[in-house]
């Protein structure tokens, strides 16, 4: 079982927005705005869309944006694309023992 | 351009060891934490160990702790990850990941396969 709760799917038609939610509580998500999101397609590795709640690497689509509420992270994809199609996975710094924390992975189905 | 690239992985039996090699390449390794962070197959990503720029601390996820041990050689531009008694459940893709210093993990490596199997 993961630390962090994100739902196993979630699906949207192309031009769409959907939002992808990662649940922790006050001793991670809750606690520190140092939540990250990433985006892996299959056989690759991860690759960073979100840090710090909200700010984008440099190269990353602005339809890409996070925020949080208590301890609650999302990830809102805007402009749904062909190529968003695939995993993510939110993941927060946690103090100690584990210091980080990840969810279970979110698969997104452009329908 | 930043590059990591794992070797080292490969089939061992319960009980054995294997060592992870990261190559850095496009930054000054010195600078940053470095990470350990896998994935066992179809699964979700786990943080699996961290070590300090200076090499002088070390963090290790409950599950490896005391079989599993972290470092780097900021000279060779590498950082390791020495496994022993591995289990059936340390199967996993192991990728070496370089730490933003904005509290996330910002490039990724192509991974390792690490399989553990009699």
């Known amino acids: 079982q993961s630390a962090l709760t994100q739902p196993r799917s979630v699906s949207g038609s192309p031009g769409q927005s959907i939002t992808i939610s990662c649940t922790g509580t006050?001793?991670?998500?809750?606690?520190?705005?140092?939540v990250s999101w990433y985006q892996q397609h299959p056989g690759k590795a991860p690759k960073l869309i979100i840090y710090?709640?909200?700010k984008r690497p440099s190269g990353v689509p602005d339809r890409f944006s996070g925020s949080k509420s208590g301890n609650t992270a999302s990830l809102t994809i805007s402009g749904l694309q062909a190529d968003d199609e695939t995993d993510y996975y939110c993941?927060?710094?946690?103090?100690?023992?584990?210091?980080?924390?990840f969810g279970g992975g979110t698969k997104v189905t452009v329908l | 351009e930043v590059q990591l690239v794992e070797s080292g992985g490969g089939l061992v039996q319960p009980g054995g060891s294997l060592r992870l090699s990261c190559a850095a390449s496009?930054?000054?390794?010195?600078?940053?934490?470095m990470h350990w962070v896998r994935q066992a197959p179809g699964k979700g990503l786990e943080w699996v160990a961290s070590?300090?720029?200076?090499?002088?601390?070390?963090d290790y996820v409950d599950s490896v702790k005391g079989r599993f041990t972290v470092s780097r050689d900021n000279a060779k531009n590498s950082q390791y990850l020495q496994m022993t008694s591995l289990r059936d459940e340390d199967t996993a893709v192991y990728f070496c990941?370089?730490?933003?210093?904005?509290?996330?993990?910002?490039?990724w490596g192509q991974g390792a396969l690490a399989t553990v199997s009699s």
């Open positions: 993941c927060s710094f946690a103090g100690s023992h584990p210091p980080w924390v």
């Open positions: 006050s001793s991670d998500v809750g606690g520190y705005n140092y």
């Open positions: 710090d709640v909200t």
């Open positions: 496009g930054f000054t390794l010195s600078r940053y934490w």
């Open positions: 070590v300090k720029p200076d090499g002088s601390e070390q």
């Open positions: 990941v370089k730490d933003s210093g904005n509290w996330a993990f910002d490039s």
